[in-house]
Structure formats: C-alpha cells, structure tokens
C-alpha cells in the first residue's frame, strides 16, 4: 500500500490492521487515512474491540474461498518475516561473557548469544488471530448491514415525509373542490333566487346577489367597486320588513372585484331587499348612511 489510499482500501485493510497483521507502511498508510476519517476510526474500534474479546474463543464464519486465501497469505507471510527477523537477530549478536572473572577462566567460560527480549507470535497464536478475523469479518458484514438499514430507514422517512406532503395538498386540493363545488350550488341551485343591485355610484358598478333558500347560503358578486376611504369600509343588509340585518363587511380588490359569502337562515317570503352601505372600520350595528347599492324583491 502506499500514502493517499482511497476510503475504500483502507476500510479493506481494516481487519488486518485490528490484528496488528500488516506491516510498517502498510499500517502507517492505513492509519493516516483513519486519522483523518470518522467512519474509519468508528469501524476500527469495533473491530479492534471484537478482537480482544473473540482472539482466543471465536468460531469460524464461512467465507468465501478467495477470501481465506488472502487473508491466510497476509498472515503467512507476516508469521515468516516475524521468524525471519528474529533468526537473522540471533545470528548477528555478538556473545557476551557470563564469568565474573573472564580472564582466570577463560577456558571453562560458557558463552552463549544473548537476544534482547522481543514480542513475537507463535503458530498458535496466529491461527487463533485468523480464527478471529473470521469473526470479525461477521462483525464486518454487520456493520455494513447495520449502515444499509440505517440509510433504508432514512430513505423510508423521507418518502413518508413526501409522502405526507403529497397528502396534505391532496387533501387541501379536495377540500378547495368540496368549496367550490359549493359555491357552484349556490349559484345555480334549483333553490337559488338572484337579485341585481343598482348603484349611484360614478363607477357604475355591476352586482348580484345569489340567495340560496335552501341552505341559507348568500353570495355577493360584484365588479367596479371603488375603494372606500380611509377608516371606512362597505356593509351589506338584509331587509326585512321589521329589520335590518347585517350579513358582514367586505373590502374591494385592487381591481374592484368582490366575492362574499353569508349564511343566514329566513323563510322566503320574509326578504323586502339587499343593499350595501358606507360604515365605519368593523361595520356598525345598524346602517348610518344612505345605502349605496340596493335591489328589492
């Protein structure tokens, strides 16, 4: 390996590194990657902690069969670099002399090479370190299944949330059409009576008024309606012989254009007229000025 590997080599090479089973370079490559990377560093301590507990006790998980010839390689061939290291060691060091007095007895003194003491793996050991590794590749497959459900869960969630969106304007859009659908029989209903509104006013506004006797349901429709003064607003009035009663308050367009809806049950012979009057902001209890639009039944 060298210096600037990819995410995806260093992830591979993982498993040996938590099984200290990869030589300097390669180690060093690997671990200036991790520094550098959560995921890796993440992976790598639960690696390493799978291996201090399963190192001796791990039951072999089946592999496939290019993968066990790799990893028996890699750890072959650290196991004879290990040997080799420590045999040229031993025949380099020069012999020291265990006598106290070297020079009386130099002919009954034994020497013997003297090999500084030094951390090594024995054939056991690596086979239970690749047993080990073994299992570290279930835990391996683990995590990867666990980062797989994770991002599904993700994936779920947000096509719940569309989802959900997708719902709410479903919903918004059959509620808009339940309204108008309304509105249409307001207008045009079997039950429906439509008065016309004349006017005074220098605008020469058009309006009607749509009373639908079954439900009780009044729409008023107008155009060129001129924008009251400041602080005033328009009111409208249903007349009865004995009363006037406010059906609400209402504000032009920009363009003029009025659409208001009431509801407000009373028998059908009981409506003398409609009109609409010029009142103070929020509408009064009774009409103060002269109506400025009327029509009579």
Not at 32 to 56: D, K, P
Not at 84 to 104: C, F, K, N, Q
Not at 188 to 217: E, K, N, Y
Not at 240 to 264: N, W
């Amino acid at each position: 390996m060298t210096d600037g590997m990819t995410h995806e080599q260093a992830r591979e090479a993982l498993e040996a590194l938590a099984l200290d089973a990869l030589d300097a370079s390669e180690r060093d490559a690997v671990m200036a990657h991790v520094a550098t990377c959560v995921i890796c560093q993440s992976e790598l301590a639960a690696l390493e902690n799978t291996v201090g507990e399963l190192a001796y006790a791990a039951t072999p998980i089946p592999m496939s069969p290019a993968q066990r010839d790799r990893i028996r390689a890699r750890l072959m061939a650290r196991a004879a670099a290990d040997r080799a290291a420590h045999d040229t060691l031993a025949a380099a060091t020069p012999l020291r002399v265990e006598s106290g007095r070297a020079s009386a007895r130099a002919d009954s003194t034994q020497l013997r090479p003297y090999t500084p003491p030094r951390r090594a793996f024995g054939p056991a050991t690596w086979m239970a370190m690749a047993a080990s590794l073994v299992a570290i590749l279930g835990v391996g497959a683990f995590l990867k299944a666990s980062r797989e459900r994770d991002e599904a869960r993700a994936s779920l969630a947000s096509v719940q949330a569309a989802s959900g969106t997708q719902v709410a304007a479903l919903d918004s859009l059959r509620a808009s059409l339940r309204a108008r659908e309304q509105m249409i029989a307001n207008l045009i209903g079997p039950q429906v009576a439509v008065m016309t509104l004349t006017s005074t006013m220098p605008t020469a506004p058009t309006a009607r008024m749509f009373w639908d006797q079954q439900h009780g349901a009044w729409t008023f429709v107008a155009h060129h309606i001129p924008m009251p003064k400041a602080g005033r607003t328009y009111q409208m009035w249903l007349v009865t012989p004995t009363a006037k009663i406010s059906a609400g308050t209402f504000m032009p367009s920009r363009d003029g254009e009025v659409m208001m809806q009431a509801t407000y049950q009373m028998p059908k012979d009981s409506l003398a007229a409609v009109a609409v009057t010029d009142e103070p902001m929020g509408g009064s209890a009774q009409p103060t000025t002269a109506p400025m639009m009327v029509a009579s039944r």
